[in-house]
């Protein structure tokens, strides 16, 4: 496993100093923007594709792409877009994500009567919305659902997003910390052209390391189990083990897997070498510090 920690040569592109992310100013992926790289100008895409696209055009240095929420689960597509995307995972970034339905200006909640969001910020607050009889409406993402309730100026409709979007689109919070789950946290990865397998430390000065990579696994008998074995018997910690399908197809499948420690550490590296005779293929995805409130999360 030793060639899979060179990093590749470092783009000779002059830096922009700018970080992409999904959605319209306010969304939650620009917070976590604002939270991991405050030095960094924001730049907005359309599409999780786009964002990526950002970075691979040296539009962009950095990508900040959301992969999981505490309550809602994993983000739709970009576990299929992060193995193909060319890029790699050099950081990660915990949102705690306080949602506030926003109307127009003099509206009353008791005015409401739909709620327009990003289909995933709607399942982490459908106890409120159930209880208020407040109508579920897929928006194109948190801060664009914002900037349309603030174009149209109906006091029946209200968008779900953060109160900074709030404040950008001049919108009323008409109630705020209305998600289901006091500890609703995201999830998100900050993703270059250049791989990073250096040890370095994270915001607060620590050098935990977390190690990500997808896998396929070999069409023998318990071949995951036996891949999985090598992990267990090093003391590895996996901290994360995910499965999706490929193509559409039953029985094509690949994992996507984060352990702690870095691929140079012997523990890592014998129980890397062990999942290789399991699988058809393996690929590193990134090796990055661990976020500072990562403990906070368990």
Known sequence: MSAATVAPAASTAAPTNRIAFQGEPGAYSHEACRAARPQMEALPCRTFEDAIDAVRSHRADLA?????????????DIHHLLPESGLHIIGECFVRVQISLLGVPGAKLSDVREAMSHTMLLGQCRDFLRRHDIRSVVGPDTAGSALLVAEGGDPSRAALASSLAGEIYGLDNLAQGIEDR?????????????ADHSRRPNREGSEAMLTSFVFRVRN????????????????????KLESYMLDGVFTAT???????????????????????????SLKILGVYPSDPSRADRG
């Open 64 to 76: 900040m792409l959301p992969v999981e929420n505490s309550t809602y689960g994993r983000v739709a």
């Open 182 to 194: 006091p500890n609703n946290t995201t999830r998100f990865l900050i993703m270059s052209r250049d």
């Open 220 to 239: 023998i008998p318990a071949a995951l189990y036996k891949a999985m074995g090598g992990f267990a018997t090093n003391g590895v910690n996996m901290t």
């Open 254 to 280: 690949q994992f996507h897997a984060d352990v702690e420690g870095h691929p140079d550490d012997p523990a890592v590296a014998r129980a890397l070498e062990e999942l290789g005779y399991f699988t058809s």
